[in-house]
């Protein structure tokens, strides 16, 4: 491997990691948060759930999967005019948050209904039996028993993001992904591109090492 044009190329890559670190946090946050609440939504308002109700509970599990299905980047270019609304441009990576935040709700929506639907049906009659209000039934049995296995899915959902975050640099989205595509394939570096590799491949292994050491110190099963 060629370090020169990596020495090179270090304050690019300093600013484009930072780029990429900013992107998967605030992505995750708002997609923890929004997906979070859209997937116990979703999970109670199922049949025999505490909210039961089967045509909204149809309605969104449509509205999932039907995100779920949109190709990143033809997302990204769909809303262009909602992103340049929201932070003023249609670029860089504050940008490409917008985008990357929409996709990951819905998608960790999905993680957090599977979550709840291992929950032991038996623990949440038995909450139910000792008059426990819906609030505590969410959070202190649905979320508590479940946090393992959610701790598993922001990781999966992070590492997601990280790999779509990549993709974002094609229409300008900054980043790690974005040095690679400017330097590594359009200018011919092949170096460039294999330390860009190595960088997202450590970021992965990073996240997930941690997210299941997390995973088995919460799970009390």
Request: hydrophobic share 55%; aromatic share 8%.
């Amino acid at each position: 491997m060629n370090l020169e044009n990596i020495i090179k190329l270090l304050p690019e890559f300093q600013k484009a990691l930072l780029e990429t670190l900013l992107m998967v946090g605030v992505s995750a946050s708002v997609s923890v948060v929004l997906g979070g609440l859209l997937g116990v939504w979703l999970f109670t308002t199922g049949r025999g759930q505490i909210f039961e109700n089967t045509k909204l509970n149809g309605v969104l599990s449509w509205l999932v999967s039907f995100m779920r299905a949109f190709p990143f980047v033809i997302l990204m270019i769909v809303l262009m005019p909602l992103t340049r609304l929201i932070v003023g441009t249609s670029f860089g990576w504050g940008a490409a948050c917008v985008s990357l935040s929409v996709a990951a709700s819905f998608y960790f929506a999905r993680l957090v209904e599977q979550n709840l639907n291992e929950v032991p049906k038996g623990v949440i009659e038995a909450a139910q039996a000792m008059g426990a209000s819906r609030k505590t039934i969410i959070f202190k049995v649905l979320l508590s028993e479940a946090r393992s296995g959610l701790v598993l899915s922001v990781t999966i959902l992070m590492i997601a993001i990280l790999g779509e975050s990549a993709a974002a640099g094609l229409i300008g989205g900054g980043g790690i992904g974005d040095l690679g595509i400017r330097y590594g394939h359009q200018r011919y570096m092949p170096d460039v591109m294999a330390a860009v590799v190595a960088i997202l491949t450590v970021l992965v292994v990073a996240m997930q090492t941690l997210g299941n050491v997390l995973s088995k110190k919460l799970n009390k099963r």
